[in-house]
């Protein structure tokens, strides 16, 4: 026999045992939280909220473009030209992030939070079915130890 003996032969075997238990664990929490996702109103506010958040952004660009124009020409400025255009702006960049795909940041935003999300409810998962392993864990040692 080598140097390890019947004791490490046991011990590798048991630590093996524990991490494919621990992989099938992992993958099993990992199915779970996939399957509890968000429910659809949740969802519909998560993204209502990214395209808010888009919109905004938009609005912010549109901003910065108009002050990049020189000023004058044949309409000149006024306050309620300057009124006439905010208001214009933010209506314009609610149209681009509700009503078409915008720039695509509310998908971009919405897809991270879920995934986010979905790793949360994962690792709960995993968490709650790593609680109660220490316990089958000292079951199998005292079985190879016998």
Same mark, same amino acid.
């Given at each position: 026999? =080598? ?8 011990? +590798?075997?048991?630590m ?11 993958? &099993?929490? $990992?199915?779970?939280?996939? !399957? $509890? ?5 949740? @969802?519909? #506010? ?17 901003? +910065?473009?108009?002050? $990049? *124009? /020189?000023?004058?020409?044949f309409i %000149?400025?006024?306050?309620?030209? =300057? @009124?006439? %255009?905010?208001?214009f702006? !933010?209506?314009?960049?609610? &149209?681009?992030?509700?009503?078409? =795909?915008?720039?695509g940041?509310? %998908?971009?935003?919405?897809? +991270?939070? *879920?995934? @986010? #999300? ?5 690792? %709960?998962?995993?968490? +709650?079915?790593?609680?109660a392993? /220490? @316990?089958? *864990?000292? $079951? =199998?040692?005292?079985? *190879?130890?016998?």
């Open positions: 026999m =080598n140097a390890i003996g019947f004791d490490g032969i046991a011990a +590798s075997g048991m093996q045992a524990d991490l494919q238990r621990s992989e099938a664990m992992m993958d &099993l929490a $990992t199915k779970r939280a996939a !399957e $509890t996702s968000l429910d659809p109103k949740d @969802q519909r #506010e998560l993204m209502d909220a990214a395209k808010g958040f888009e919109s905004i952004m938009i609005n912010m660009l549109l901003k +910065s473009m108009r002050q $990049t *124009v /020189p000023k004058g020409g %000149e400025s006024s306050f309620a030209s =300057n @009124q006439y %255009e905010q208001m702006d !933010e209506h314009l960049s609610g &149209l681009m992030a509700s009503k078409g =795909n915008g720039f940041l509310a %998908e971009a935003l919405y897809s +991270s939070v *879920v995934k @986010q #999300e979905q790793g949360r409810k994962a690792y %709960e998962a995993y968490l +709650s079915q790593r609680d392993m /220490p @316990q089958q *864990v000292e $079951t =199998n040692v005292q079985e *190879v130890q016998q």
